[in-house]
């Protein structure tokens, strides 16, 4: 869990939203309820990513294709996703696809929740994403 503090700050964000011209995505899960309340504003993870470049698109459309396997499908978000992380909330200083990579361990659905929005924010239909 992402305590309050160690959340993204708004000038993060707008930083990061400068930096990237305004093509981000910033994601985030409420706390899951638990025996123990969560502080006010935590979270339980929380990313943003950057838009994917030409070439990072042109491999995600090309891994959810319907010819590809569903083994490489099924990859296809997470490749996109660590892709164009930039931030990891709770991560300090460390490297933000190896703090991902953790991440993943602990939430592996967080590509899934965040390729749909990647592929949109780089200007393409959700609904044919949808359709593969």
């Not at 953790?102 to 967080?110: S, T, V």
């Amino acid at each position: 869990m992402i305590a309050p503090d160690q959340r993204v700050t708004p000038e993060q964000l707008d930083h990061l939203d400068t930096v990237y011209d305004g093509r981000i995505v910033h994601a985030w899960q409420a706390p899951i309820p638990r025996r123990k309340p969560a502080p006010e504003g935590a979270a339980e993870w929380e990313c943003v990513f950057r838009v994917p470049s030409r070439k990072e698109l042109h491999v995600f459309l090309q891994q959810i294709d319907g010819s590809s396997s569903l083994a490489t499908r099924a990859m296809a978000p997470e490749t996109l996703a660590r892709a164009c992380i930039v931030h990891v909330s709770g991560a300090g200083d460390a490297d933000a696809k190896q703090a991902f990579d953790a991440l993943l361990d602990r939430y592996p659905g967080i590509p899934q929740r965040v390729a749909t929005d990647l592929a949109k924010l780089a200007g393409f239909d959700a609904s044919d994403i949808e359709k593969k």
